[in-house]
């Protein structure tokens, strides 16, 4: 049990994907202006990094791993993620309105996300067993949401702040990312 | 080796027939340009542009709620083919452009000393802002900042003021400010607005019954925009040459500059611009919304059904007129006579409408003889408006009005010569009534050879619902006025012919409901004045005989007095896809009343095709012109300070007593000059809710 909220902990906040290990900037910078985008987002990333652990493990256990193909498993991992993603962006349009109005929009900025691919060659290099890839499967992406909204939270307010022309938008949303990775960097040793 | 193809072929097999099997089972219609918008986005779903992935962008874009450069990825190449496929579809005709609502700027007062950070947002986190105005702009200009496209800049008057060459309808402004009063919009958008009460309006705004944005087109011309001027006009009324000679401009009774100095002469300057625009003889493009595929039906091409097809066909509507007199313009060609509405300056308003391009007119049809609503449904119309007018004249109670040779209604009076066929008039004639239909009927008199002209009211002059000016008019034109007074007996010669009429001298009693002492007749009080024709301008009526005949479908629609009655707001009648605007809608009234009932009608009947929600805004403003009630709290000042008085410009017009003026149809009333007309403008204190120009 121990082991498990080690792994949590080390997944959301020391090995933090976003601030420590750099995967996942293109939502971290588009989808961090509003709050309500990020929380949507990270919702999102919780629910696909879910299911597409579960499958890519699954793959690699039942496929690439009994007939010795592990040397294509990224682009094997590419086109699952991609196909489930986006069946599951069709299947929610049709069937769950509701709940696409406020996850599935966000869907396919995740079909080719580092972020998601990132964690699922993680759980295969680790060698998880599966129960530890679930838990490394939900851990991560919620230090993924952990770091976007509080990203955001800083960006909705320094928009209405007074910043030099030059450093506008992007410019001054990256010197804040690196801030905010600095201060992660503190977690280091944590376990 | 092989097992790997195999796997990726096997692979790539199995996702694509998933794929391809679940999009058919999961189909959900989108527009179709959303696709191929797409096509031209970078694809890469970076999030970038601020939106979840390509396809939200390509839906914002098509939408109007993203620029079309919006995908940075792509660049400007990318943004040329989205325009190029938008540009497709006609409804790149309709540019969004952003618009700034509040004119207060430096001018609001001030609630207390703000020393935060220079930004709207920051500002408006502390009770909403410094200035007193609730919906007054903060000045700090946020929405400048927002502005990707240089577009906008923070005016000299402390208010920000678009570069419309530059904006390109991003939107960002109007997030950017919180209190909403950058407002990005489609012509479509502004046409199906009603003023609110959270609105900014100036006072004659509020009053004028076609809801004209006043203030703003006199500041065009004030800075020599004439043709923005008549464009700002446009927006709300699609006949300015027209009311311009004709509106009795309730507006400039509701002008704050009254308070201290003469009210603005509104409706000259509307007549200066239009005039303007005229002359200049170039065609302004007005923007017409995509097609929708609707065909709408308007039965009866006077100033209502006009102004209805005007935004009908602007809201992307086919329209059909139908009419049944042989020239289009209802009352106003057949009932205002030539020296106040040529008919050649009214045809230029009616072919600007006609120009727009799919309104098709067929005259001299009558409904319910030539068609009814069944051929027109049979026909293909998927709406219809009755704008018939009211064409019918009210009795006098006089009896044997209807058969002693020389009695004639007005309406009849005045459509003959409309029709270039004037009714003989007699040495003497008599008038009775007090509006402005009989304040025609009597200028007309004196043109077609009157000798001497009797206008016989009830009442006194000064409760004449007609035009002041054209009461003056009248007594330069030699006109007698015999008040108090009730006609009750034709005298006629042995073979009929009128000779004379008898009435008795009123005296007056008791106020009645409209305000005004009811007139009571004097027992024994009878004099007789000599006539030769006597003309009844009382009043008119809707002739909707053909709603009592029993089994068809216009029977179903409701009267009231000979009017049909709707619902005020939709102009909806009993039937859902029959709506009804103008005179006969209710109590005949001004042109400009019936011009904005006609932009109703449309919003109407536009929400009713679209499947929209037909009701009003609950916090719509309902202005009451005639009684100047309902303005929103806190607009209509008792004084004013600083104003210094200037008087306002004369109406120029034809020398009393010269030939012109007595026996020709010359037009009497004459469009201001440029530099009297700029003198005016500079007397507007361009108000907005509470605000003026004190320096004015």
Redesign the interface.
């Known amino acids: 049990m121990e082991d498990y909220i080690l792994l949590a902990v080390g997944a959301i906040l020391v090995n933090n994907i976003l601030l420590i290990q750099y995967l996942g900037n293109?939502?971290f910078?588009?989808?961090s202006?509003s709050m309500d985008?990020a929380t949507?987002?990270a919702m999102a990333v919780v629910f696909v990094l879910a299911l597409a652990g579960i499958v890519t493990w699954i793959f690699e256990a039942v496929?690439l791993k009994p007939?010795?193909?592990e040397?294509?498993r990224t682009?094997?991992f590419i086109?699952?993620i991609?196909?489930l993603v986006?069946?599951v962006e069709?299947?929610m349009?049709?069937?769950m309105p509701a709940l696409y109005a406020g996850l599935g929009?966000?869907?396919?900025?995740i079909?080719?996300n580092c972020a998601v691919m990132g964690v699922c060659l993680i759980n295969i290099k680790e060698e998880y067993n599966f129960l530890e890839m679930l838990v490394s499967s939900l851990a991560y992406p919620a230090g993924f949401g952990l770091a976007l909204i509080l990203f955001a939270g800083l960006r909705e307010r320094i928009?209405?702040?007074?910043v030099p022309g030059p450093l506008q938008d992007v410019a001054i949303a990256l010197v804040t990312a690196g801030f905010m990775s600095l201060s992660f960097l503190g977690f280091k040793g944590m376990i | 080796m092989i097992e790997a193809l195999l796997l990726m072929m096997g692979l790539g097999a199995v996702a694509g027939i998933l794929l391809g099997i679940a999009s058919k089972v999961f189909y959900v219609w989108e527009d179709p340009r959303i696709a191929l918008v797409a096509n031209c986005l970078a694809g890469a779903n970076c999030g970038g542009c601020g939106y979840t992935g390509c396809g939200a962008c390509a839906a914002a874009i098509v939408e109007g709620r993203a620029d079309v450069g919006a995908c940075l990825v792509a660049g400007a190449a990318g943004a040329a083919k989205v325009a190029a496929v938008l540009g497709l579809e006609a409804g790149a005709a309709e540019p969004l452009t952003s618009q700034n609502t509040c004119t207060g700027g430096f001018r609001a007062s001030e609630k207390f000393s703000y020393m935060g950070v220079n930004d709207c947002r920051a500002a408006y986190l502390l009770y909403a802002g410094a200035k007193d105005c609730d919906v007054g702009c903060l000045g700090f200009g946020s929405c400048v900042k927002a502005c990707l496209f240089d577009a906008l800049e923070i005016g000299p008057d402390g208010y920000p003021v678009v570069d419309a060459e530059k904006c390109v309808g991003c939107g960002a402004c109007e997030k950017a400010c919180p209190k909403g009063i950058m407002q990005v919009r489609k012509p479509s958008d502004r046409i199906l607005h009603m003023n609110l009460v959270t609105d900014r309006l100036a006072p004659c705004r509020q009053t004028c019954p076609a809801e004209i944005n006043i203030p703003r087109y006199i500041n065009h011309i004030k800075r020599g925009e004439y043709d923005k001027a008549w464009l700002t006009v446009m927006e709300r009324n699609p006949m300015p040459l027209s009311t311009g000679r004709v509106c009795p401009h309730p507006c400039e009774d509701a002008c704050r500059r009254a308070l201290a100095d003469d009210p603005v002469s509104i409706n000259q300057l509307k007549r200066f611009c239009s005039d303007w625009v005229m002359n200049q003889g170039t065609s302004l493009k007005i923007p017409v919304a995509p097609d929708t595929g609707y065909k709408v039906a308007i039965v009866g091409g006077g100033p209502s059904g006009l102004s209805a097809a005007f935004y009908l066909r602007r809201l992307g509507h086919k329209v059909k007129i139908f009419e049944w007199l042989p020239k289009l313009g209802g009352m106003i060609y057949y009932g205002i006579p030539e020296y106040r509405l040529p008919k050649e300056i009214l045809y230029t308003d009616i072919n600007r409408i006609l120009g727009l391009g799919g309104i098709e007119v067929k005259t001299g049809v009558k409904f319910g003889v030539d068609f009814d609503l069944e051929s027109l449904v049979g026909g293909g119309f998927d709406a219809v408006l009755m704008t018939i007018g009211a064409m019918n004249h009210a009795s006098a109670r006089i009896p044997d009005e209807d058969k002693v040779k020389g009695v004639i209604p007005a309406t009849v009076f005045l459509r003959k010569q409309g029709l270039g066929d004037p009714y003989p008039v007699g040495k003497k004639v008599g008038v009775i009534g007090g509006g402005n239909v009989a304040m025609d009927c009597l200028r007309s008199s004196v043109r077609l050879g009157a000798e001497k002209v009797y206008c016989l009211y009830r009442r006194e002059v000064k409760d004449m619902p007609a035009n002041k000016v054209e009461i003056e008019a009248c007594h330069h034109e030699g006109i007698e006025f015999v008040t108090l007074c009730t006609p009750t007996r034709f005298i006629t010669d042995d073979e009929g012919n009128l000779t004379g009429i008898e009435y008795l001298k009123n005296e007056l009693g008791e106020p009645d409901a409209s305000g005004r002492q009811k007139p009571v007749a004097i027992e024994g009080s009878e004099t007789v004045i000599p006539i030769d024709n006597f003309i009844l301008a009382i009043g008119q009526t809707t002739n909707s005989a053909f709603a009592d005949e029993e089994g068809t479908a216009v029977s179903r629609l409701e009267t009231s007095r000979g009017a049909i009655v709707n619902d005020t707001d939709t102009h909806q009648t009993a039937i859902p896809y029959v709506f009804t605007s103008g005179d006969c809608a209710g109590p005949p009234g001004l042109l400009v009343a019936a011009v904005g009932a006609g932009r109703r009608a449309a919003r109407g009947i536009h929400k009713y095709l679209m499947g929209e929600d037909m009701a009003f805004p609950p916090d719509r403003l309902r202005v009451d012109s005639r009684r100047m009630k309902g303005h929103i709290p806190g607009t209509i000042f008792d004084s004013i300070e600083g104003i210094k008085r200037k008087g306002r410009i004369e109406q120029p017009e034809l020398e009393a007593g010269s030939y012109e003026r007595q026996h020709t149809y010359a037009e009497v009333d004459l469009t201001v000059t440029e530099e009297d007309a700029l003198k005016e403008a500079n007397r507007c204190m361009r108000c907005c809710l509470t605000c003026y120009n004190q320096d004015a």
């Open positions: 293109c939502p910078l588009g989808t202006k985008n949507g987002m496929f007939l010795g193909l040397y294509i682009i094997v086109v699952v991609a196909a986006q069946f069709i299947f349009k049709k069937s929009i966000f869907l396919p900025l079909t080719t928009i209405i702040g007074r």
